[in-house]
T-cell receptor
Framework: GAVVSQHPSRVICKSGTSVKIECRSLDFQATTMFWYRQFPKQSLMLMATSNEGSKATYEQGVEKDKFLINHASLTLSTLTVASAHPEDSSFYIC?????????????FGSGTRLTVV | RKEVEQDPGPFNVPEGATVAFNCTYSNSASQSFFWYRQDCRKEPKLLMSVYSSGNEDGRFTAQLNRASQYISLLIRDSKLSDSATYLCVVNRGGATNKLIFGTGTLLAVQP
């Protein structure tokens, strides 16, 4: 149980294009999902908290106009990297928690490796 | 100072060895604690939650000292398959329950 599906797993795009990443909770409802970014040999950095039916909360230093988050339903959150540039190349991971299984911690999607050329 | 600090390693140990990882956190209001394992180029996966009373899961033992804001993970009888990065993770608590990750400790178990 508590499966989070993230899609796509890998994206290569040209500089200036926008990329959309989807995160779905498959067997539970997630009122809150989290988006992380991980650069090589670094830890996961929380970018934003996605809240169903309301605006996302962004961490300090993360541009909300650059990283657009939509959490339109209890099972889906999307992250759109607007006008991506090479410095946006990174590993993006979403996570969510099934409140019914709080002691099991947070489940992560399999991640999206974005390469902007 | 980072909110969650770990020794990045790498820890190179032979099979069968016992290895211990330490972690400290700075936010005394943190509510829950976890160890995650991350394999190269993969997502993190929960290894175990950490409780104040200490808890054990097979070869893995986790301990929490709230007074010292210190978390540990002990791996006994290391296997080759234990090679990975071990992430110390702290839940800030509050309304949103944000997870904050340490930089991770790289473990390489040698045959």
């Amino acid at each position: 149980g508590a499966v989070v599906s993230q899609h796509p797993s890998r994206v290569i795009c040209k500089s200036g294009t926008s990329v959309k990443i989807e995160c779905r909770s498959l067997d539970f409802q997630a009122t809150t999902m989290f988006w992380y970014r991980q650069f090589p040999k670094q830890s996961l950095m929380l970018m934003a908290t996605s809240n169903e039916g309301s605006k996302a909360t962004y961490e300090q230093g993360v541009e909300k106009d650059k990283f657009l988050i939509n959490h339109a339903s209890l099972t889906l959150s999307t992250l759109t990297v607007a006008s991506a540039h090479p410095e946006d190349s990174s590993f993006y991971i979403c996570s969510a928690r099934d409140r019914a299984r709080a002691n099991y911690g947070y489940t992560f999607g399999s991640g999206t490796r974005l390469t902007v050329v | 100072r980072k909110e969650v600090e770990q020794d990045p390693g790498p820890f190179n140990v032979p099979e069968g060895a016992t290895v211990a990882f330490n972690c400290t956190y700075s936010n005394s209001a943190s509510q829950s604690f976890f160890w995650y394992r991350q394999d190269c180029r993969k997502e993190p996966k929960l290894l175990m939650s950490v409780y104040s009373s200490g808890n054990e899961d097979g070869r893995f033992t986790a301990q929490l000292n709230r007074a010292s804001q210190y978390i540990s993970l002990l791996i006994r009888d290391s296997k080759l398959s234990d090679s990975a990065t071990y992430l110390c993770v702290v839940n800030r608590g509050g309304a949103t329950n944000k997870l904050i990750f340490g930089t991770g400790t790289l473990l390489a178990v040698q045959p």
